[in-house]
């Protein structure tokens, strides 16, 4: 891993790219380090793109990995969609997909490996099935191919609770204990820092609109190969949800990670790594 | 001096004895609940405590049962899990309060909303015998 000195620069380079996402204008912001095969990372629900910065600073990574990140509309430093003061946010898999290929159109991205966290982790599941040709691989961290709802999202969006803080403190039981305390606050500043409602209407994709169920075990792992990794303290996809999924997709290779959580990427970067460099190794040989 | 349970934390009277202390000695963790003012009931096995916070200080504690004693919202679960929870490295599915709610060992019921608008305080507290001493 990276060790930054007062006076160094990261290797990482921002920019915003103009989209059409589902017929809408959309300015995103992403972020991205490192030369070879496209890496493109989707964020977890509520955060953004910065969850994905220590694979960016990472040269076992980056020497042969393009690493790609960029923030939905309404997440990080991408604006809302026009219009969005009077309607309620809602991402549905139809624009998760939109959003996602209309990027790879955009930066005209070959056959990248597409990696997302829970949120992120489901679409790729949806994006292996449904675009094979269009990935090299697809690898799922805390995915699933559904999740039981566990508690009333509305304590998420409303005026007599702060929606940065309500969502910090409810993912926070996420992070595992193991993982470093900086770690374990920045990973917290994504929710603290999100818009309101912004997490809730993630979930509505996460919890409502994307039950894969019926679907996974068409994925075609031969023309898309899965590769699923979730950390054993993850109560919200659990090692169980992945290793059923898992179970579902013929071909597909799934580990459940110790001392890890729902945010390995950004929770505890160095056993992350100790877990996601071998399966770099062998997308990088597909 | 207090022995560690075989389930990991301290034992579930010597938590509660100590846990104003602990509390208290946590600055960070009083100015998280400066705005807390309220009595919540916490069930740890057969026994409820009234727990009375006044600007983030516990201002009270009692054992129960006290009959007729009113309450904003009850937090139960077996004096196990507590144990199991207060661990200084729990294991999964003990290491959160959601993460015993989610799975039956503990339960969360009344007017919700000071917890939710409070809620990092409050799973602040729950957790504080993880830091105690078992030396």
């Given at each position: ?8 620069f ?51 990574v980056?020497g ?43 930066l ?12 992120g ?55 595992a ?16 820092a999100?818009g ?38 993850d ?5 169980k ?46 | 001096?207090?022995?560690?349970t075989i ?34 009931l ?6 409820p ?18 009959l ?29 309060l ?27 507290v729950?957790a ?8």
């Amino acid at each position: 891993m990276a060790d930054f000195q007062p006076g160094d620069f990261e290797p990482i380079t921002g920019r915003y790219v103009h989209l059409n996402i589902a017929g809408r204008p959309a300015r995103l912001y992403f972020e991205e380090a490192g030369s070879g095969i496209p890496l493109l990372c989707l964020h977890t629900a509520g955060s953004d793109g910065r969850q994905f910065r220590h694979l960016m600073t990472d040269e076992d990574v980056t020497g042969r990995f393009r690493v790609i990140a960029f923030d939905l509309p309404h997440h990080g430093k991408s604006n809302p969609y026009a219009g969005y003061q009077d309607e309620e946010y809602r991402l549905t898999t139809e624009l998760y997909d939109a959003a996602v290929m209309a990027f790879c159109d955009a930066l005209a991205l070959e056959r990248p490996v597409v990696m997302g966290c829970s949120m992120g982790g489901r679409i790729v599941l949806h994006l292996a099935g449904a675009h094979p040709e269009r990935f090299r691989a697809a690898i799922g961290l805390e995915a699933a191919d559904h999740q039981q709802p566990w508690y009333d999202t509305d304590w998420l969006h409303r005026p007599d609770v702060h929606g940065g803080e309500v969502c910090a403190a409810m993912i926070s039981g996420l992070v595992a204990p193991q993982s470093p305390e900086e770690y374990r606050w920045e990973t917290l500043w994504g929710y603290l820092a999100s818009g309101p409602g912004v997490f809730k209407g993630d979930l509505h994709f996460y919890r409502a609109d994307s039950d894969f169920r019926d679907r996974t075990h068409l994925i075609d792992t031969t023309a898309c190969p899965v590769f699923l990794l979730t950390g054993e303290y993850d109560y919200s996809c659990t090692p169980k949800d992945t290793l059923r999924t898992a179970k579902d997709i013929p071909g597909a290779e799934a580990e459940i990670m110790e001392e890890l959580g729902h945010f390995p990427m950004s929770e505890n970067p160095a056993k992350f790594r100790e877990y996601i460099l071998p399966v770099l190794d062998k997308v990088s040989r597909l | 001096m207090v022995k560690r349970t075989i389930h990991g934390g301290p034992p579930a009277a010597h938590a509660i004895e100590h846990l104003a202390d602990t509390v208290h000695a946590d600055p960070a963790l009083l100015h998280r609940g400066r705005f807390v003012d309220l009595e919540w009931l916490w069930e740890i096995g057969e026994t409820p405590y009234h727990v009375r916070i006044q600007n983030g200080f516990i201002a009270e504690l009692v054992r129960g049962p006290v009959l007729m004693r009113s309450w904003v919202f009850a937090i139960r679960g077996p004096v196990e899990s507590w144990e199991r929870f207060w661990a200084p490295v729990p294991k999964p599915g003990w290491h959160d309060l959601f993460a015993m709610t989610r799975t039956g060992r503990a339960t969360v019921e009344g007017e919700l909303q000071p917890l939710m608008a409070n809620l990092r305080y409050f799973k602040d507290v729950l957790a504080a015998p993880r830091a105690m001493e078992d030396h």
